[in-house]
């Protein structure tokens, strides 16, 4: 064998390695853009606004005394199911004597801590009920999870939050 022609398959393995290089690249681009547009159109503020209520029927209440819970409340853990499979978690806070009778409802839904976490912060407010939204947000991936997929994750979850809170109000 010459050594023109070890340098001409040199020569093309290097030009392949390069061109397949070059594949990957532009594959990957291309693989961000479209999933880019996706993202961008699931996130536009007239489908939010304009997407149906999902239907939410009580799937797990579980009482709750303790940290949150003043002594005179009856608090509870709730799990509400939606046809789309996310589950909408809140905490209730309700005077203690409260029977069947309707009450005024203050929703919480903002702050770093929320559930029955934000229950603690919340002063007694008498004969209301207090509801304390948990953001969609699976703690244990978010700590623990890779860079790429929390931000996925989050955003989802914050895609999440406005149809949730309008089913949980109505």
């Known amino acids: 064998m010459t050594v023109r022609g070890r340098s001409d398959r040199n020569l093309l393995r290097i030009g392949a390695k390069l061109l397949l290089g070059i594949g990957v690249v532009v594959a990957?681009?291309?693989?961000?853009?479209?999933?880019?547009?996706?993202?961008?159109?699931?996130?536009?503020?007239?489908?939010?606004?304009?997407?149906?209520?999902?239907?939410?029927?009580?799937?797990?209440?579980?009482?709750y005394a303790g940290r949150g819970c003043g002594a005179e409340r009856s608090c509870r853990d709730v799990v509400l199911e939606a046809a789309d499979g996310r589950a909408v978690r809140?905490?209730?806070?309700?005077?203690?004597?409260?029977?069947?009778?309707?009450?005024?409802?203050?929703?919480?839904?903002?702050?770093?801590?929320?559930?029955?976490?934000?229950?603690?912060?919340?002063?007694?407010?008498?004969?209301?009920?207090?509801?304390?939204?948990?953001?969609?947000?699976?703690?244990?991936?978010?700590r623990r999870g890779f860079l790429p997929l929390q931000v996925v994750a989050a955003r989802n979850a914050a895609l999440a939050v406005p149809g949730q809170l309008a089913a949980l109000v109505r």
Do not use: C, Q
């Not at 853009?33 to 997407?51: H, K, M, Q």
């Open 28 to 63: 990957l681009h291309v693989a961000l853009v479209v999933g880019w547009l996706r993202f961008e159109e699931r996130s536009d503020p007239e489908r939010l606004v304009e997407a149906p209520l999902a239907e939410l029927t009580a799937a797990k209440v579980e009482p």
């Open 90 to 142: 809140i905490a209730i806070s309700l005077p203690a004597e409260a029977s069947a009778e309707r009450l005024p409802v203050v929703i919480l839904t903002g702050g770093l801590r929320t559930g029955r976490e934000a229950l603690e912060h919340v002063p007694d407010l008498g004969r209301n009920a207090v509801v304390s939204y948990e953001y969609p947000l699976d703690e244990d991936h978010w």
